[in-house]
Every structure is written in structure tokens, then in C-alpha cells.
């Protein structure tokens, strides 16, 4: 049986695997800005002994927060508007107070928690070039915005070409179940007005006919011609036809007498 096309189809996944895709876009975005600052700072800072797996950890502990909250905070927006899609603007606006809430959130816990409380050493403290805080502030919500915004807008590309696939197969299954009942409706139509007994029993009574009065059986194969003719054509003008009640096809009174003395 083929199953229901008309439905649109369904994208969503399942809570679980949301807010678990949410955090691995935001290990991605992390690994991204690591690598790109990192790779960034070592050729500039003051002191080169300073840049070491110390300072890599440091640099790991000082984005890995941001970017998963950026994410999380986009993914909170995004289920919050379910079933419906952000627009473009919304996205944008999102990313935006995500990237620079998350900055601001995750270096207050860094500079008064992990460095005054806990005495850890920041990737600032590795580099050895003071920056004011709330420009680290502003420049980590910068790089937040521009590569979590262009994670984000690859994302809903690929999910607005997942959807146009998804309703492109369902209307391709549609429509392979309309033909099918398109055709058995066309077959019923077909048995409706031509019973299958009634043609068996008159294609008999040729073959007996053609050996006693073959004018007659000529005449008979005629008019089932014809009764042919006249169903299938009815059948092309509407295949929607419902069924009505079967047409026998019975010889004309003129040749019942030649045919009962043909039995």
C-alpha cells in the first residue's frame, strides 16, 4: 500500500538530538576560533616562551564557554519558534545578542572566577599584552557574531535545500499515487462497462456461429467491435468515472434465432 504523500514532510528531529546538534555547532565554532587565534598571536607576542600548552589550554578554557553558549542560546531561540523557521533578520539578531551576551557572561566567570577565585592564568596573561576588558569584551563578541553568523547561515542554507528535497519526493510520491489509482480506477471503470462473463459467453457463441452462418458471426463480431470501441472511449473521457452498473453485451434480436440454432 502506498502510503499517504499529501503530508508535508516532517524535519524536525527530536529534542535530544537538537539541543545535542546545537552543542556540537558550537565545539565546531570553537575549534575554529582557537585554531585561527592561536595561529594568529604566536608570531606577535612579546614573550615567545610564553605560548605553550599552558596558554593553549588558556585559550581553550577562554572560548570553549562562549561558543557553546552562543549556540545554545541560538538553539533556545530556534526551539522556541518551533515548527516555524527564523527569517533571515531574526537569525541575524540572534546571533548577534547570542554572540555578545555570551562574551560578556563568559569572561565576567573567567576574569572574577577562574582567574581572582581560582588563580588560573587567562590566554591574556600568556600573551603579555594587556587589553582593556571590555574591549576583549567587544572583540570576542565580534568573532562570535561573524563566524557564528556564517555557521548559522550555512546551516539554514542547507536545512531550506533538506526541505525543498523533502517536498520534491513527497510530490514525486504523490504523484506516483495518483497514477496508481489513477489506474485502478481506469481498470475498474474498464470492468464496469464491459463484463467479462457476458464477453466470454458471446466470443463462444462466435466460434459456434462462424461454423453455421458465418454472415451472421461476422455481423456479431461487429457489434462487440463496436461496444469495445465505445467503452474504452468512454473510459479516456473521464478515468474518474465512478462504477456504474456493467453493460452486458448481448446480440440484437435479429441474431438470437441464428445463434440458439448454432447451440
Known sequence: MVANATATPALTPSPGRFWVTRAAFGILLWIVIVALEFAYYFPLVSVRGELGLDSFVSLLMTWGGECVLLALAVGFVEYRMKPRE???WELALTVAAGAFSAALVWNVFTDYV?????????FVDHVGQPV???GRVFYHGWLLFFFGGLGAAVHASLRRRARMVAVLRAAELA???SQQRLAEVTLGSLEAKVDPDSLFST???LEGLYETDPAAADRLLDEVITRLRSAVAGIRDSAAEARGAPIRIEPQ??????QEQAF
Not at 577562574?114 to 587567562?122: A, E, I, T, W, Y
Open 253 to 258: 434480436p435479429a441474431l438470437t434465432a441464428v
Open 114 to 122: 577562574l582567574r581572582d577565585q581560582l588563580g588560573l592564568k587567562l
Open 86 to 88: 527564523l527569517r533571515a
Open 132 to 134: 582593556p576588558w571590555v
Open 203 to 205: 466470443l463462444t457463441r
Open 175 to 177: 504523484r506516483a499515487t
